[in-house]
T-cell receptor, first 114, second 115 residues
Framework: DAGVTQSPTHLIKTRGQQVTLRCSPK?????VSWYQQALGQGPQFIFQ???????QRGNFPDRFSGHQFPNYSSELNVNALLLGDSALYLC?????????????FGPGTRLLVL | DQQVKQNSPSLSVQEGRISILNCDYT??????FLWYKKYPAEGPTFLIS?????DKNEDGRFTVFLNKSAKHLSLHIVPSQPGDSAVYFC??????????????FGTGTRLQVTL
């Protein structure tokens, strides 16, 4: 049973570029949340997708957008990259919206913006 | 505004001894708290949680204590084992608003258990 998978594992972009990160939830899960973890910080909630809709959003600008597909996989898009967007991006999946304990995290995508 | 704080970035404990990791929060609306463990190159893994209606929850070697009046919680690991060496994150959420899966994390404490 595959857990949460994320691709790519590492990515290098330059300022102003756009990036798309991908997440496949754990089998049986239908909810995907995205977190940004800057160096030396804890993960910060970006947004959550359920039934292909954004259900909750953290304090992130509109440059951060997402999508959930019918197979529950999800993408995180970041436009007009800034140096400060360099971070580890974590995807977490769960069954339903309120299953905080059964959120499974993927290993993350490490994004470096130069 | 850091609503969940872990003021000790690192902690070193001898094998067999007790590890105590601390966490403070400022938002009194938080009603559910969780601890996650993270190994390098892996995502955080859920460890143990506690509801605000309790002051203690135990699971094997792991016990979480909650002091609501002080807005403080702690994770006790007894006895500590070398495999416990990892970064530990405290997280909080609002259970009664249907937004429970939105977690607010602390900055983490790196625990090293030495032989």
């Amino acid at each position: 049973d595959a857990g949460v998978t994320q691709s790519p594992t590492h990515l290098i972009k330059t300022r102003g570029q756009q990036v798309t990160l991908r997440c496949s939830p754990k089998s049986g899960h239908d909810t995907v949340s995205w977190y940004q973890q800057a160096l030396g910080q804890g993960p910060q909630f970006i947004f959550q997708y359920y039934e292909e809709e954004e259900r909750q959003r953290g304090n992130f600008p509109d440059r951060f957008s997402g999508h959930q597909f019918p197979n529950y996989s999800s993408e995180l898009n970041v436009n007009a990259l800034l140096l400060g967007d360099s971070a580890l991006y974590l995807c977490a999946s769960s069954l339903g919206l309120a299953n905080q304990e059964t959120q499974y995290f993927g290993p993350g995508t490490r994004l470096l913006v130069l | 505004d850091q609503q969940v704080k872990q003021n000790s970035p690192s902690l070193s404990v001898q094998e067999g001894r007790i590890s105590i990791l601390n966490c403070d929060y400022t938002n009194s609306m938080f009603d559910y708290f969780l601890w996650y463990k993270k190994y390098p190159a892996e995502g955080p893994t859920f460890l143990i949680s506690i509801s605000s209606i309790k002051d203690k929850n135990e699971d094997g070697r792991f016990t979480v204590f909650l002091n609501k009046s002080a807005k403080h919680l702690s994770l006790h690991i007894v006895p500590s084992q070398p495999g416990d060496s990892a970064v530990y994150f405290c997280a909080a959420t609002l259970l009664n608003t249907g937004t429970a899966s939105k977690l607010t994390f602390g900055t983490g404490t790196r625990l090293q258990v030495t032989l």
